[in-house]
């Protein structure tokens, strides 16, 4: 009776935690790990994989950062409302990338998500929540060949209900990809092509039999730099991705997003996100700018969800970074 009672409460909560976790297809966990961590991704319609390589690359996509032309970057973002479902939400997420030799990268990255406080009713009462999710990576990237590059890392993820006494759900999941990078002209055009796999885990531990999976990924892309004028870049990306688990919840999105940059130092972005409706940010589009010099980039941008009833609506962000050395005026 005590086991079945125990039994019971925890799929109680674990109901109830699934309930909380609406940011990107409600009957999954850890659907924060989809959230993208950065101002200039998000700016471009969540596209990442292919596009110039920056310290956010250690948020899953690393092969970027094994680029001889990155030396030490130091990244960090915060979006004050990440969902208008949830107004006390706020996310904080950092990034690092480390040289080691001429031809590899180790990497560091962090994100943490709250909800801010969600009263919840159950059949003992209203008990008020306070969830908050955190992923902490660490990888490493390597130049394989001439514009060759490969990266992973393990992702540790903790799931915290918000309710003393209840258990914090922890897992782990690898993340791995590659990306292919070859310049076809004097003046500095080049193309790009990648593919990684994402959140790839056994899922996230409740404690008992309670046991929730991950949002589990492939993505390919491609990307083009093309320069316009002596100090105008044109650059656009394109990518697929599909969530092939949960079962219940697989989904297919292609995000593509366009970024002028002039003189090396200010940027201007447009992007769009198609994705199925019910499973996922369906559809969005985005706009950013961002301003570098000396070493200190810092990105804006906002989010705007073309249905009215979508949840990943109206979301700003700011990020800035530090890289020594890369952006003086270039």
Same mark, same amino acid.
């Given at each position: 009776?005590?086991?079945?009672?125990?039994?019971?409460?925890?799929?109680?909560?674990?109901?109830?935690?699934?309930?909380?976790?609406?940011?990107?297809?409600?009957?999954?966990?850890?659907?924060?790990?989809?959230?993208?961590?950065?101002?200039?991704?998000?700016?471009?319609?969540?596209?990442?994989? *292919?596009?110039?390589?920056?310290?956010?690359?250690?948020?899953?996509?690393?092969?970027?950062?094994?680029?001889?032309?990155?030396?030490?970057?130091?990244?960090?973002?915060?979006?004050?409302?990440?969902?208008?479902?949830?107004?006390?939400?706020?996310?904080?997420?950092?990034?690092?990338?480390?040289?080691?030799?001429?031809?590899?990268?180790?990497?560091?990255? !962090?994100?943490?998500?709250?909800?801010?406080?969600?009263?919840?009713?159950?059949?003992?009462?209203?008990?008020?929540?306070?969830?908050?999710?955190?992923?902490?990576?660490?990888?490493?990237?390597?130049?394989?060949?001439?514009?060759?590059?490969?990266?992973?890392?393990?992702?540790?993820?903790?799931?915290?209900?918000?309710?003393?006494?209840?258990?914090? &759900?922890?897992?782990?999941?690898?993340?791995?990809?590659?990306?292919?990078?070859?310049? !076809?002209?004097?003046?500095?055009?080049?193309?790009?092509?990648?593919? *990684?796999?994402?959140?790839?885990?056994?899922?996230?531990?409740?404690? &008992?039999?309670?046991? &929730?999976?991950?949002?589990?990924?492939?993505?390919?892309?491609?990307?083009?730099?093309?320069?316009?004028? *002596?100090?105008?870049?044109?650059?656009?990306?394109?990518?697929?991705?599909?969530? !092939?688990?949960?079962?219940?919840?697989?989904?297919?999105?292609?995000?593509?997003?366009?970024?002028?940059?002039?003189?090396?130092?200010?940027?201007?972005?447009?992007?769009?996100?198609?994705?199925?409706?019910?499973?996922?940010?369906?559809?969005?589009?985005?706009?950013?700018?961002?301003?570098?010099?000396?070493?200190?980039?810092?990105?804006?941008?906002?989010?705007?969800?073309?249905?009215?009833?979508?949840?990943?609506?109206?979301?700003?962000?700011?990020?800035?970074?530090?890289?020594?050395?890369? !952006?003086?005026?270039?």
């Amino acid at each position: 009776m005590i086991q079945a009672k125990q039994k019971m409460i925890r799929r109680q909560l674990l109901c109830c935690l699934l309930l909380s976790r609406v940011l990107v297809a409600p009957a999954q966990v850890a659907s924060f790990l989809e959230i993208v961590p950065d101002a200039r991704a998000a700016s471009l319609g969540g596209a990442s994989l *292919a596009t110039e390589p920056d310290a956010w690359a250690a948020a899953g996509h690393h092969a970027k950062l094994a680029s001889r032309a990155l030396p030490f970057a130091l990244a960090y973002t915060y979006s004050p409302v990440i969902n208008k479902t949830f107004p006390g939400s706020r996310m904080h997420a950092a990034a690092a990338r480390v040289p080691l030799g001429k031809r590899g990268a180790m990497t560091v990255a !962090f994100k943490r998500v709250s909800l801010g406080e969600l009263l919840v009713e159950r059949v003992d009462g209203e008990v008020i929540l306070k969830p908050a999710d955190m992923s902490v990576d660490l990888g490493y990237a390597r130049l394989l060949a001439a514009g060759l590059a490969a990266g992973a890392s393990i992702r540790y993820i903790v799931s915290d209900l918000g309710e003393e006494g209840t258990t914090v &759900g922890r897992g782990a999941a690898l993340n791995a990809s590659v990306c292919y990078r070859r310049e !076809f002209s004097g003046r500095g055009a080049s193309w790009t092509v990648g593919a *990684a796999a994402t959140n790839i885990g056994p899922g996230i531990s409740y404690g &008992g039999d309670s046991r &929730g999976s991950l949002p589990a990924r492939v993505t390919a892309a491609a990307a083009i730099r093309l320069p316009l004028h *002596a100090n105008h870049d044109a650059r656009c990306t394109v990518e697929y991705s599909y969530r !092939f688990a949960p079962r219940g919840e697989r989904a297919r999105e292609v995000m593509t997003g366009v970024e002028q940059v002039l003189y090396g130092a200010c940027s201007l972005r447009l992007g769009y996100h198609r994705g199925n409706t019910g499973s996922g940010p369906a559809e969005f589009i985005s706009a950013g700018c961002g301003a570098r010099a000396y070493g200190l980039a810092v990105d804006f941008s906002y989010q705007r969800a073309t249905r009215a009833a979508a949840a990943l609506d109206k979301i700003a962000r700011l990020s800035i970074s530090l890289t020594p050395g890369m !952006f003086n005026n270039k």
